[in-house]
């Protein structure tokens, strides 16, 4: 089982700053990885596949960057509807997937 | 435009069975493109993979299930489902079914709202 740790659990930033949350894995994912967002009552939303692959519809203040097992999501400046829950996902161990515990991006 | 609607009851007693329904507009079930998953997420918590189901009836599931999971396909009516058998209080979640691209190199694009199903007395 590939396991990934998600830091910080908390990330308490100010709009406009640049957020930069880490997604690391128990053995190498290569690119495959994907992270979502999700908002309260809401479902996820995919945001960013194969590592570095913006979803289609996401703004490009949102990039994706890592492999093996180092990953990063960054938003480069933070709007308003950027405070949220993000989950990156394994998929390199197809067909058994497995997601991070989360990062919540709270308004300082 | 692609929708996933779930639904199912809001309340399960301890050791039944839970059953869930995701009906899918936009989009065909049958159409060999894409993986049907369900994914749940407890009260205040992660997310957690459940399993898939692709159109021609192929299955995997999340081993944490301990085969008490079983996901089926209905193309006629084009829908999937998901059967949790013995429930306790640790499936207290809410349930998406979600539309997944099946490879290694995207991930799940469009997701239900949400089924939240307490296991309870």
Known sequence: EIVLTQSPATLSLSPGERATLSCRASQSVSTYLAWYQQKPGQAPRLLIYHASTRAPGIPARFSGSGSGTDFTLTISSLEPEDFAVYYCQQRSNWPQLSFGGGTKVEVK | ?121
């Open chain 2, 1 to 121: 435009q692609v929708q996933l609607q779930g639904s199912g009851p809001g309340l399960v007693k301890p050791s039944e069975t839970l059953s869930l329904t995701c009906t899918v507009s936009g989009d065909s079930v049958s159409s060999g493109r894409y993986y049907w998953s369900w994914i749940r997420q407890p009260p205040g918590k992660g997310l957690e993979w459940l399993g898939y189901i692709s159109y021609s009836g192929t299955t995997n599931y999340n081993p944490s299930l301990k085969s008490r999971g079983t996901i089926s396909i209905d193309t006629s009516k084009n829908q999937f489902s998901l059967m949790l058998t013995s429930v306790t209080a640790a499936d207290t979640a809410v349930y998406y079914c979600a539309r997944d691209s099946g490879s290694m190199l995207r991930g799940a694009d469009v997701w239900g709202q949400g089924t939240t199903v307490t296991v309870s007395s």
